[in-house]
């Protein structure tokens, strides 16, 4: 799969990021990149590299989780042949592979503290051993790394090293989640979805239909975008009708009348809100014979009808207006209408 580089977003939040990582590039400083999963943190560390004046030498990435612990030390700092069993040859590690370049190490907080160790040394003396060698080797590395952590407080419990933490904060770019980003989800959506139509032969892009807008917009997004990525594309392919808007999406592609009862709800998706209407509360179902008071039994009506839409869009009052086909204005009047509270 070609690999997507393009920031996409115009939420303040976002594009604040963006140009604060673009004034750490011309600096050769380390930088932390924060951030839940799925906001971006590999783009913003080649968007650190490209935009510094190392962008002609090697970017050199290693997913610290990727590997386990005993072979960390070996990928960050290479062996000499012989150094332990199966190391049939010597090897250089990344850190000598991203030489005059920068190397990004992403989930840095699943570092053991052997490895951080070695770790600050390289950064603090710009020298990198070998295991099984006897003598350093100088390299001139710029390290960019990312992890969703709080490492400040790893690090007041013990499971990362304060100094290191202290040399590699010398910049630190906190990327906002999806849904702090407002107004990107509906920009991110229409690019995910007219890729996804373009890549699938449609003849034009359709769009979603307000209410699948809308809902779009309630979601928390635990994933963030790349979970958006997935819902759009997923919802594009699974339309029949390129000529209408797309009204039907999927936010959890595991939900199943059929699934394993082994199988327990993901944390994240344990309160979603379902893809259909909101049930009519039961007040709604029951007989008219007892009516006495019309307008009562209206102003009722009307009260349930917003509070579960509320409910629904996660007390998201834009949401919950384009859910109902009301305005904001309207919705918020009829909130103080019947006293119904902002969540």
């Known amino acids: 799969m070609e690999k997507n580089t393009q920031f996409i977003g115009q939420s303040f939040a976002f594009l604040d990021a963006v140009e604060q990582a673009g004034r750490a590039a011309e600096l050769n400083r380390p ?8 906001t971006g943190k590999e783009l913003i560390a080649e968007r650190l590299h490209h935009l510094s004046p190392r962008w002609g030498e090697p970017l050199i990435t290693m997913n610290c989780a990727a590997l386990p612990e005993t072979l960390i030390e070996a990928e960050l700092f290479g062996h000499e042949q012989g150094a332990f069993t199966g190391a049939n040859r010597a090897r250089p590690g990344r850190f000598e592979e991203a030489d005059g370049g920068t190397l990004f190490l992403d989930e840095l907080g699943t570092l053991s503290m052997a490895a951080q160790e070695r770790l600050l040394r390289v950064v603090e003396y710009g020298e990198v051993t070998r295991i099984g060698a006897s003598k350093p080797v100088r390299v001139d590395v ?71 807008a809308a809902e779009l917009e309630g979601h928390g997004w635990p994933g963030n975008v790349r979970e958006l990525r997935n819902v759009v594309e997923r919802a594009v392919y699974r339309w029949d009708d390129p000529a209408r808007p797309i009204s039907r999406i999927t936010f959890d592609p595991f939900a199943s009348p059929w699934k394993p009862r082994a199988m327990m709800p ?28 019309l307008k009562a039994a209206v102003d009722t009506y009307e009260a349930a009808i917003v509070r579960a839409a509320l409910e629904r869009y996660r007390y998201n009052q834009r949401a919950t207006a384009k859910g109902l086909g009301l305005t904001y204005d309207q919705l918020r009047h009829c909130m103080k209408k019947h006293d119904l509270s902002a969540g």
């Open 31 to 38: 930088v932390l990149v924060i951030g839940e999963r799925g």
């Open 142 to 212: 710029r390290i960019v790394a990312a992890t969703n952590e709080d490492l400040p407080a790893a690090a007041d419990a013990g499971r990362f090293r304060p100094d290191l933490l202290d040399r590699l904060s010398f910049e630190v770019i906190t990327l906002p989640p999806l849904r702090a980003r407002e107004g990107d989800v509906a920009v991110l959506a229409d690019h995910f979805g007219r890729r996804m139509a373009a890549e699938i032969n449609w003849p034009q892009w359709p769009g979603f239909t307000a209410a699948c």
């Open 266 to 293: 993901r944390p994240e998706t344990r309160e979603e809100a379902p893809s259909l209407p909101p049930a009519a509360p039961a007040s709604l179902s029951s007989p008219c014979d007892g009516i006495s008071d």
